[in-house]
């Protein structure tokens, strides 16, 4: 678990703000993944990144923007969300896209609360 | 197309007695499977992985899953629970370029 970090761990944020997840990989991965928990329902698949390129976005609204500079770091940009938004987002990372192979490490989530 | 259906929301059970977790799955392909933890406010933690070699997976803290194909079916089990046992267990099917995760048993062991 300590290989892939994220910041912060909890965040409060109104409906008109504009604030941004961290995640870092300390484990010379090549994928890393966005995840959104919410209760009562099963892990969602947000983002998907292969060698710092986008390979899948799985129907998210626009209101969240992915982006990767670097094979290490993973951010994840938000902005109007709605307050059905709030949830545990988890960044991921493994060391290829083959899930099969390849289990995914996970970081310990930021909790966002949308007001 | 797979999926994953884990028969049980909660499960409790006394410290010291077995554990029985159960995952059924379905899949077009020979999957691989994954069993994961997450403990109150942490991330998900891999307990163990089947990926087509032997059926029966030891994993991590005295877990153990058995790969069953005709009855598709991959549950965890544990001689003992201990109080450290308590958490959210996920089950995992995976094929190759996407997996799917169970809505996850919640373990509560009782002292």
């Known amino acids: 678990e300590t290989g892939v970090t994220q910041t912060p761990r909890h965040l409060v944020m109104g409906m008109t703000n504009k604030k941004s997840l961290k995640c870092e990989q300390h484990?010379?991965?090549?994928?890393m993944y966005w995840y959104k928990q919410s209760a009562k329902k099963p892990l969602e698949l947000m983002f998907v990144?292969?060698?710092?390129?986008?390979?899948e976005n799985n129907s998210v609204p626009s209101r969240f923007s992915p982006e990767c500079p670097n094979s290490s770091h993973l951010f994840l940009h938000l902005h109007t969300l709605q307050p059905e938004d709030s949830a545990l987002y988890l960044c991921?990372?493994?060391?290829?896209?083959?899930?099969?192979?390849?289990?995914?490490?996970f970081g310990p989530g930021t909790r966002l609360t949308v007001t | 197309a797979q999926s994953v259906t884990q028969l049980d929301s909660h499960v409790s059970v006394s410290e010291g007695t077995p554990v029985l977790l159960r995952c059924n799955y379905s899949?077009?392909?020979?999957?691989?499977l994954f069993w994961y933890v997450q403990h109150p406010n942490k991330g998900l933690q891999l307990l163990l992985k089947?990926?087509?070699?032997?059926?029966l997976v030891k994993g991590i803290n005295g877990f153990e899953a058995e790969f069953k194909k005709s009855e598709t079916s991959f549950h965890l089990t544990k001689p003992s629970a201990h109080m450290s046992d308590a958490a959210e267990y996920f089950c995992?099917?995976?094929?190759?370029?996407?997996?799917?995760f169970g809505k996850g048993t919640k373990l509560s062991v009782i002292p």
């Open positions: 991921a990372s493994s060391q290829d896209r083959d899930t099969y192979t390849y289990e995914q490490y």
């Open positions: 484990l010379g991965h090549n994928a």
């Open positions: 990144y292969s060698l710092e390129e986008r390979v």
């Open positions: 899949s077009s392909y020979s999957p691989s």
């Open positions: 089947y990926t087509s070699a032997a059926t």
């Open positions: 995992v099917v995976s094929d190759r370029n996407q997996l799917t």
